[in-house]
């Protein structure tokens, strides 16, 4: 699964089974995040905010998917 993909299921996934005490869930893009392209803001009734990022772990040598969909599968990692 793509970086993009996995944000957008994670937070549709959120927003669709709200659960108690969490008022909002936002992309990184949209609370304002410019640094990390991919991720979630969770906050909560108490005012707690749960930053939720992906990272990709892969063995040295191994290849990882492109972080955006039409990226070239053939740059260097």
Do not use: K, Y
Request: proline letters at 12%; glycine letters at 10%.
């Amino acid at each position: 699964m793509l970086l993009g993909d996995f944000e957008a299921w994670l937070t549709d996934s959120l927003r669709r089974n709200p659960q108690p005490g969490v008022v909002a869930v936002r992309t990184f893009t949209e609370a304002g995040f410019s640094r990390c392209p991919v991720g979630a803001t969770v906050t909560f009734a108490s005012g707690t905010l749960v930053h939720l990022q992906p990272v990709i772990v892969a063995p040295p040598g191994s290849r990882t998917e492109p972080l955006e969909p039409g990226g070239d599968p053939d740059r260097e990692l």
